[in-house]
């Protein structure tokens, strides 16, 4: 399935159905660019042996929010085939077998929402990001809790969620006498950059 790219325009036109204006949005909405340099997507598997852990690469991230009602625009966007786990032939696997990246080469995440008393402070918040999850080529309906610091026009936030990739169609690669999990946690670190939209 074709990537969705964020693009500023899109996401102002947008909120005019939503009874924000493209103006309102540009005076009074924020935007934020992560940067995948700094931003950490760990995941980790339970096994009958070991657990498994690895990482997936943020290729980009951009979004506006509106502050007052929480209405929000754009793409976190992962590239499926950076998911490793230090193993050649396991990697090899899940790229082929699981993530079927060939195929499905990008993960998502859509918001629509950000729940929560937003503050331009450097105190530490809690906040819900309400949006769409798509892998594996299909939308999933997600809210993924976020701790959120800001200071000096940089941001932080990290969130912690499960993805049941068996139940959401994807291939179990346990085998005979190694059992792994059905769902798979994750961890994400991000950093970025947050201003007025342009």
């Known amino acids: 399935m074709?990537?969705?790219?964020?693009?500023?325009?899109?996401?102002l036109i947008a909120l005019a159905p939503l009874g924000v204006s493209p103006a309102w949005a540009q005076k009074h909405?924020?935007?934020?660019?992560?940067?995948p340099s700094q931003t950490v997507i760990h995941w980790s598997l339970s096994g009958d042996i070991h657990n498994i852990h690895g990482t997936f690469k943020l290729k980009t991230g951009q979004l506006i929010f509106d502050p007052q009602t929480g209405v929000t625009e754009g793409e976190i966007l992962v590239d499926a085939t950076t998911g490793e786990s230090g193993n050649a032939a396991r990697d090899k696997h899940m790229q082929d077998e699981v993530l079927e990246s060939g195929r499905y080469p990008a993960i998502f995440f859509h918001p629509s929402q950000l729940k929560g008393a937003y503050k331009d402070t450097a105190d530490p918040q809690n906040l819900q990001a309400q949006g769409t999850f798509n892998i594996h080529g299909a939308d999933h309906p997600i809210d993924l809790p976020l701790k959120v610091q800001v200071a000096s026009g940089t941001i932080t936030a990290t969130t912690q969620f499960s993805?049941?990739?068996?139940?959401?169609?994807?291939?179990?690669?346990s085998k005979f006498l190694v059992r792994v999990g059905k769902q798979v946690q994750i961890d994400v670190t991000a950093k970025g950059t947050i201003q007025q939209a342009d």
Do not use: E, I, R, T
Not at 29 to 35: A, E, P, R, T
Not at 163 to 173: D, I, L, Q, S, T
């Open 29 to 35: 909405g924020l935007k934020v660019v992560l940067d």
């Open 2 to 11: 074709a990537c969705k790219h964020f693009v500023v325009a899109v996401a």
């Open 163 to 173: 993805v049941p990739y068996v139940a959401w169609g994807m291939k179990n690669p």
